[in-house]
């Protein structure tokens, strides 16, 4: 078992900025690619970023693109969600999630999850 432990939401307003932290514990992977997704009010649940063991490999989705920066480290077993010029249409709970293997941006393919940290964006 993993366990996957997020923090860092809370109440920002727009133009601001938050760091999530997610901290994995537990039989964690080698060769993991950890993964950032949210759900909305109201939303399906929905890629946000990912990243590969390595590093070197990084995506984003396009609403995100340039204003989220995710990274990890790896000898704390922790990746971060650094997010900046946040939009109120960024308000959802945030989730991270690992999975063996190569980075994917398909939830069901993920393995383990947290338990959500709330990020609110107040207009």
């Known amino acids: 078992q993993v366990q996957l432990v997020e923090s860092g939401g809370g109440l920002v307003q727009a133009g601001g900025s938050l760091r999530l932290s997610c901290v994995a514990s537990g039989r964690t992977f080698s060769s993991s690619s950890m993964g950032w997704f949210r759900q909305a009010p109201g939303k399906e649940r929905e890629f946000v970023a990912a990243?590969?063991?390595?590093?070197?490999?990084?995506y984003y989705a396009d609403s995100v693109k340039g204003r989220f920066t995710i990274s990890r480290d790896n000898a704390k077993n922790t990746v971060y969600l650094q997010m900046n010029s946040l939009k109120p249409e960024d308000t959802a709970v945030y989730y991270c999630?690992?999975?063996?293997?190569?980075?994917?941006?398909?939830?069901?393919?993920?393995?383990?999850w947290g338990q959500g940290t709330q990020v609110t964006v107040s207009s």
């Open positions: 990243i590969s063991w390595s590093i070197s490999t990084t």
């Open positions: 999630a690992v999975k063996r293997g190569p980075v994917v941006l398909t939830e069901n393919r993920y393995d383990y």
